[in-house]
């Protein structure tokens, strides 16, 4: 599940996460969304995976809400995640774009794997994600 499709319901006073407080706090309420959708799908048996751009107070807010998560970091480099913004439908604007580096840059961020996935497409960060999933035994966890 893209978390930022739930954030984006919010259609009239939307703000993204880097617009202030409001952004901020329609940030940590997209990831209690999120989690209550993820905790339905669990409890009859569908796994789920969330993705999302994570600070360290929505990691916080994951773990505390999903104790058995598991964050996996997705690393590619900034060429590569320009190229890969610009396949998206919903666009940031450059300025946007580097805001949102220059944080995740500079975060501290407690995760428990990290995939290099600059070289990978689609199919092959799929499996390597899977492989993580596999090899944690998360199974019916997210």
């Known amino acids: ?25 329609q940030q940590r309420v997209g990831v209690a969304n999120a989690c209550d959708i993820a905790r339905r799908f669990l409890s009859v048996g569908i796994e789920v995976i969330l ?7 929505t990691a916080d807010l994951y773990r505390r ?3 058995n998560l598991q964050i ?3 690393r590619l480099p900034i060429s590569e995640a320009r190229r890969r913004a610009r396949l998206r439908p919903m666009h940031l604007t450059e300025q946007e774009f580097e805001d949102l580096h220059a944080l995740d840059a500079d975060r ?3 995760v428990d794997h990290v995939i290099d996935v600059g070289h ?21 966890d997210v």
Request: charged share 25%.
């Open 1 to 25: 599940m893209d978390v930022d499709d739930v954030r984006q319901l919010v259609v009239v006073g939307h703000a993204a996460p880097w617009e202030g407080d409001e952004g901020r706090y």
């Open 51 to 57: 993705a999302d751009v994570v600070t360290p107070t």
């Open 65 to 67: 809400e999903l104790p």
């Open 72 to 74: 996996v970091r997705l």
């Open 108 to 110: 501290n961020l407690r």
């Open 120 to 140: 990978l497409d689609v199919e092959a960060q799929t499996e390597a994600v899977r492989a993580v999933w596999s090899s944690s035994g998360a199974g019916s």
